[in-house]
């Protein structure tokens, strides 16, 4: 037997079933629960104010417009108006209607009359009926969804006018109609645009209201404990137990959050980006829980052993000195010190380790003995506590001689001060 020696404790699959089930998170409170309301009835408010610009806007008339021309345009209007009132349905069903839509618009321009006026009467028309569409299209946020494509119309515009004056007017005509039907064409692809946005904002708003939820709930979270004496409600503190993850998270949605103060700004493929991260989030914050909760169990696993330890060392005589955890943190490694009437100390290590997802810790077991320096002392010590650990139903491994302390005693003094170790700064 050496002087240090490691061995791998391992919770058994049924125990750990156990302690999981007996250590629950408790419900939302009811000022948990009145925070996701509010903060669920704020996203749906924010969702159906861009809805409603929208349907505001399809209302208003399209001024300086001819007849038949204004009929179209209200024909229109009525469809993606329905269209917007259906937002909330599935955007694959939006992006089918819409190219239906688009190719029965595509059959009403086809189906409009050319005026019967004088070739330059009807240029004239066509780049009235086209700029009365620029102003329309201009209510909406255009360069967001078909960047430079209106300027690019307007340019074309530019063209037919001088065409106009030269009295290109066949060419005037064709130009100026084809005009026509691309500006038709390019509101139906901007509301519908505006339309598939509010979508994903609507979407954006109601899941990042549940992840700023879910994470206030994780962070005033209680783990309900089954005891003899009955239910137990302590603290979860799952940031503490999972290493911070729960500010991480708390990080993120500060992020989020500026993002939400420029959102009518942001595009949809952006939505779309923040709907994957908010998810991400909500597996981080599933993964923080069950993490805080195996590293809860872990803990207590630490402190039964070394009860178990110090009750099979005291039968055998050694004194109990103290214990501690290093930086004093208890999701830290766990010290116990022993001395025998002869000035031999047994310090004890029982630190966490992750062993293929398995509840596990590690004891390293420091004899500093050189009063009495008996190997075969130290075996009968270091076997008994093995066979109590196996007698309270832990998984023991075998233990593991440290490399050159085969025949003496530890060197790890560090471990003897359990006042060092308990002001230990943890990185």
């Known amino acids: 037997m ?96 819409r190219e239906r839509d688009r190719a029965e618009l595509q059959m009403n321009l086809n189906a409009l009359k050319e005026r019967d006026q004088n070739h330059r009467e009807q240029a004239q028309f066509w780049i009235n009926q086209a700029e009365a ?17 209106l300027a690019r119309l307007r340019g ?26 691309q500006a038709v064409d390019l509101k139906e692809r901007v509301v519908q645009a ?17 992840l700023r939820s879910e994470l206030y709930y994780h962070q005033t979270m209680q783990f309900i404990i089954n005891t003899e004496a009955g239910e137990e409600h302590i603290d979860a503190n799952i940031d503490y137990w999972s290493n911070g993850s729960l500010s991480s998270i708390a990080e993120a949605i500060e992020q989020m959050t500026e993002i939400m103060e420029r959102i009518n700004d942001v595009p949809t493929t952006e939505l779309i980006a923040m709907l994957e991260r908010i998810k991400e989030q909500r597996s981080l914050l599933d993964k923080a829980r069950e993490n805080a909760k195996d590293a809860l169990i872990s803990s207590q696993m630490r402190a039964e052993m070394a009860s178990t330890m110090a009750e099979h060392l005291q039968m055998a005589g ?18 116990v010190k ?7 100390e047994i310090v004890t290590v029982i630190s966490p380790q992750n062993h293929q997802g398995e509840l596990c810790n590690n004891m390293q077991v420091n004899f500093f003995d050189p009063y009495n320096n008996d190997e075969s002392m130290r075996g009968i010590w270091v076997d008994g506590i093995l066979e109590r650990l196996r007698e309270a139903g832990l998984n023991v ?4 001689t440290k490399p050159g302390f085969e025949i003496r005693q530890s060197d790890n003094e560090a471990v003897r001060d359990l006042e060092a170790t308990a002001s230990r700064r943890n990185k």
Not at 21 to 35: D, G, I, M
Not at 158 to 177: F, L, N, P
Not at 338 to 344: E, K, L, P, T, V
């Open 2 to 97: 050496s002087g240090i020696k490691d061995v791998q404790i391992r919770i058994t699959r049924s125990q750990r079933d156990q302690l999981i089930t007996a250590t629950r998170q408790a419900l939302e409170t009811a000022q948990q629960l009145q925070q996701r309301a509010e903060l669920r009835q704020s996203a749906q408010e924010l969702s159906d104010a861009s809805i409603s610009l929208i349907t505001n806007l399809l209302q208003q008339q399209v001024n300086d417009l001819h007849d038949e021309v204004r009929t179209m345009a209200e024909t229109q209007n009525r469809r993606l108006t329905n269209l917007a009132n259906d937002y909330a349905q599935s955007i694959e069903d939006l992006r089918k209607q």
């Open 338 to 344: 022993f001395r025998d009437n002869m000035g031999n």
């Open 156 to 181: 074309h515009i530019a063209q037919v006018q001088q065409d106009m004056q030269s009295e290109a007017y066949q060419s005037a005509i064709a130009s100026a109609r084809s005009i026509f039907n």
């Open 194 to 210: 505006e339309i598939e946005w509010a979508h994903y904002h609507t979407q954006f708003q109601q899941a990042f209201a549940d």
């Open 133 to 149: 569409f620029f102003a329309d299209i201009e209510q909406y946020r255009h360069d967001m969804f078909t960047p430079n494509q």
């Open 318 to 335: 050694w004194e109990f000195v103290g214990y501690t955890y290093e930086g004093s943190e208890l999701n830290a490694a766990l010290h």
């Open 397 to 400: 491994g075998r233990p593991i």
